[in-house]
């Protein structure tokens, strides 16, 4: 496994990829207006977010990630599993684990996240 600190082992299954994406979210199965993040990273198995907002850890939210690849969003529910405030104090960084995605979505998330691979082994190459 890939260390993030000296002696402390990733906890991600999957490869973490920097990209700012805009994300919208809240909290699940509510009628309240979404709140806009910006997503610092994302993997298969989940994200992370800038929001000026606190969610609390094991709190469930709508996530809908707007995309170059079709006009509508994709839909995810995901479960916030770590937050700290960022360096600065002013933002909430949030690390969400993806819980439920239905076929259709799932099948344009793997296509964005092996369209970022790619972009970062040709990068590389």
């Keep these: 496994m890939k260390p993030t600190q000296p002696g402390r082992p990733e906890k991600r299954q999957f490869t973490r990829i920097k990209r700012?994406?805009?994300?919208q979210c809240r909290p699940h199965?509510?009628?309240?207006?979404?709140?806009?993040?910006?997503?610092?990273?994302?993997?298969?198995?989940?994200m992370s977010f800038f929001s000026g907002k606190e969610f609390a850890i094991g709190e469930v939210l709508d996530i809908n990630i707007i995309?170059?690849?079709r006009r509508e969003p994709i839909y995810?529910?995901?479960k916030v599993v770590g937050a700290q405030k960022d360096n600065e104090g002013k933002n909430r960084i949030s690390r969400i684990s993806i819980?439920?995605?239905?076929e259709e979505d799932?099948?344009?998330?793997?296509?964005?996240?092996?369209?970022?691979?790619?972009?970062?082994?040709?990068k590389e190459e």
């Design 20 to 23: 700012t994406l805009f994300v």
């Design 29 to 46: 199965e509510t009628t309240g207006s979404w709140s806009s993040v910006t997503l610092q990273d994302i993997s298969q198995g989940g």
């Design 67 to 69: 995309t170059f690849i």
């Design 76 to 78: 995810v529910k995901g």
């Design 99 to 102: 819980v439920k995605i239905n």
């Design 106 to 122: 799932s099948a344009v998330f793997q296509e964005l996240i092996r369209i970022f691979l790619d972009s970062i082994k040709s």
